[in-house]
């Protein structure tokens, strides 16, 4: 095993925004008359749930911009030994697909991200899974409400969560 860091070379970074460049590009986008789209999570171990949810996202609009949970916030929720990947290599992966535009990694408290990611973008649409509830019953709604952006509910894909994944492999 190599200390050496990954050769990023390869990496889809120009898909990979700081929260001013979101905003900004944001902005240009909506002035083009796209319809945004966001999600946000942590999207620790990327597998088939997390494609078919982004994939369901993107199909809502044109441009879908996924808010990343920093390391410090997926810490702070799921604890001391998560995540498994580091926010720079779940970014790229993440941006790596092609039904996603944008990966904005945001670092703020795990209840901030969704409505963090809101302010910068205003999006049309933000989308969650269906363990949140219905729009009005997220975290993020009055964040949506100020901001104009309405609500969309992806279907859980039974045992494709990282919990799932993650248990299949302390149990193997």
């Excluded at 994939?55 to 030994?81: M, P, Y």
């Excluded at 945001?106 to 809101?118: H, N």
Aim: glycine residues 6%; charged residues 25%.
């Amino acid at each position: 095993m190599s200390d050496l860091p990954p050769d990023t070379s390869f990496w889809p970074v120009n898909k990979i925004l700081t929260r001013e460049q979101a905003r900004d590009t944001a902005e240009q986008l909506k002035r083009a008359r796209q319809r945004l789209v966001t999600v946000n999570g942590s999207f620790d171990i990327l597998h088939a749930g997390h494609l078919s949810f982004l994939g369901e996202a993107k199909s809502q609009g044109d441009i879908l911009f996924v808010g990343l949970n920093s390391d410090r916030s997926v810490r702070e929720k799921k604890g001391q030994s998560r995540p498994f990947i580091a926010e720079q290599e779940r970014a790229a992966l993440v941006a790596a697909l092609a039904c996603v535009d944008y990966v904005v990694i945001i670092d703020a408290a795990y209840d901030e991200v969704p409505r963090t990611l809101l302010q910068t973008i205003k999006p049309t649409l933000h989308v969650n899974g269906e363990e949140y509830g219905q729009p009005q019953q997220w975290v993020e709604w009055p964040t949506m409400q100020a901001v104009g952006t309405a609500g969309y509910v992806v279907s859980r894909r039974p045992a494709l969560s990282t919990s799932a994944l993650v248990n299949k492999i302390k149990a193997s």
